[in-house]
């Protein structure tokens, strides 16, 4: 099954590592993959507009199906493979409730981080102001306190067990301590990096470059 699959992804996105994680958590390993390079502008490449005319990863295939839309891939992953891996959407209804809250806040989590660490990226220096900087981490700090407070020290996002919550989440949480964030400040987000790092899914696809160098930087770590 997994031979019939293609991923093109990126070191170190979030979206490209959600894809990998819901891989590995459905005993999906062995499908084809090739790591591309945003520095060198791979993920305009012709290899990739043919999946993906946004240009942008992951780009994922399957057979003649195309979901690169990240949260999609996930989902798409567990509806074809139910019976195959780690169960990832649970049968209580409570706990199915909240694993869905939680896997769209996702995406409010993920938008406020790359609003701040990619400000001056995403804008020109002479348009640069320290008015919207300021507001950009005020803004990501009140996300990741409501975060810290789901969490009450809990390792997983949805109850005891790990499900699609924590495959959308869990790399932007990674992220923000990749990029600063005070361990110190917010345990409960700590102690859930921490023990998820541990994972096997997590570990196995870890990126190569974090691996490389493991120092990050100190973009966070006012906040």
């Known amino acids: 099954m997994a031979k019939d699959m293609t991923l093109l992804w990126g070191s170190g996105s979030p979206p490209c590592w959600r894809v990998m994680i819901a891989l590995e958590e459905k005993n999906l390993q062995g499908y084809n ?8 502008m791979d993920h305009k490449s ?18 003649n199906i195309i ?9 798409y ?3 074809q493979f139910k019976s195959q891996g780690n169960k990832l959407i649970p049968d209580c209804a409570e706990e199915q409730g909240k694993m869905y809250q939680r896997l ?14 990619y400000y001056n990226y995403k804008v020109p220096e002479n348009e640069r102001l320290e008015s919207a900087i300021k507001r950009n981490k005020e803004s990501l700090a009140e996300e990741i306190k409501l975060w810290e407070g789901y969490l009450q020290g809990c390792c997983c996002l949805a109850g005891k067990n790990f499900t699609l919550a924590d495959v959308i989440v869990y790399p932007a949480v990674a992220y923000l301590f990749r990029f600063g964030l005070s361990e110190e400040r917010f345990p409960n987000l700590a102690k859930y ?12 696809t870890w990126p190569p470059h974090w691996l490389d160098n493991p120092k990050g930087q100190d973009t966070l770590k006012d906040l």
């Not at 993959?33 to 060198?40: I, M, N």
């Not at 290899?47 to 399957?62: C, D, I, T, W, Y």
């Not at 990096?193 to 196995?204: D, F, G, H, I, T």
């Open 104 to 117: 769209f806040e996702g995406n409010t989590l993920n938008q406020k981080m790359v609003d701040v660490i």
């Open 33 to 40: 993959q090739k790591l591309l390079s945003f520095e060198k």
């Open 46 to 63: 012709q290899e990739v507009m043919a999946m993906n005319p946004r240009g942008q990863l992951p780009s994922f295939k399957h057979g």
């Open 67 to 75: 979901v690169n839309e990240s949260f999609g891939a996930c989902m």
């Open 77 to 79: 992953l567990e509806s």
């Open 193 to 204: 990096y921490n023990c998820l790092k541990e994972r096997p899914s997590v570990k196995a």
